[in-house]
């Protein structure tokens, strides 16, 4: 059979990104250009200067992605991009992108949902791993247990009601100080910390999966205040473990739950949140008591890539999906 490459488009937050992939696992090229240390001076992504940030970005992008894998357009199977859910101005910037190419070059074009494309960051690290398996998505925005029956056959089975988690860790880091990106710096601070050293309250709801983040938070906020009103200081290691470890609980909690309802034992982590040390200690451990298969991607494909949507696009093409040049950006795009 011929291979099949794809180019990959990402641009929904604050990462313009683009890849080249080969029969949706072997990376032929990632080129990620990051905004995040510009956006840290405002401790957080400003939508508006991130538009205007991948405008500037994109076709460099684009065009080293296709330099470093060595092919041109021609060459190209299908050009792959996200199309939500994500920043809809920053979306924009590479459905457009990708719309252009598709128009000038005559090759297919395929939408993505971003998170089918955190979930393939694992095909691309385990060239073995197939469907079926649960996946917990856990990136700054989402916070999900799939259950991932084929390649663009997904069913989600229990979501955030509030804060993903990610959200969670990342206000908080920045209410003690740590600045943006939070996720990275909290994962830092807690190295070394006591998990048990402070209490935090772990919401588990009764006959679903679903996860609530935001009591968690808010105890945390009140413990931060009350120390700061007694001048008393909270030790950062432990305070981050501690912190940090009990989201991974949560996390774990209700992942196990959903692998004792549907029988199934292989497990994938997927998002940017999936590099955390304590998330995958937690998940470490728990799965080498229960016998359960675990996978989670390299620490460079947790966070946002071309990649990881080249290869979701990769399935979404075999599987027939193409879409017209009307395709537009959803930002609250689901992914039922
Ligand atoms: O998947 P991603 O790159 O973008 C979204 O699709 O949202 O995830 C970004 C999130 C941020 O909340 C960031 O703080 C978090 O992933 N993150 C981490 C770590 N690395 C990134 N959170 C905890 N520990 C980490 N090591």
Known sequence: MEDVLILGIESSCDE???????????????????????????????????????VDSIYPTIEKALSDADVTLDDISAIAVTYGPGL??????????????????????????????????????????????????VSGGNTMIVKVSGYTDMEVLGRTRDDAAGEAIDKIARVIGLGYPGGPKMDKAGQGGDINAYTFPKTHMKDTLDFSFSGLKTAALNMINQNRQKGIDIDLADFAASYQHAIATVLLTNTIKASEDTGIKKICLAGGVSANSFLRKAFDEEAGKRGLKLYYPSLKLCT????????????EYINGTRHSLDLNAKPSLELN
């Open 16 to 54: 313009t990104a683009c890849s080249v992939v080969k029969n949706g696992r072997e990376v032929l090229s990632d080129v990620i250009a990051s905004q995040a240390d510009f956006h840290e001076q405002y401790g957080g992504v400003v939508p508006e200067l991130a538009s205007r940030m991948h």
């Open 88 to 137: 809809v101005g920053a979306l924009l910037v590479g459905l457009s992108a990708a719309k252009g190419l598709s128009a000038a070059s005559g090759k297919p074009l395929v939408g993505v949902n971003h998170l089918k494309g955190h979930i393939a960051a694992n095909y691309l690290c385990f060239p073995e791993l197939q469907p079926p398996f649960l996946c917990l998505c």
């Open 304 to 315: 946002d890539n071309g990649s990881m949507i080249a290869s979701a696009g990769y399935f």
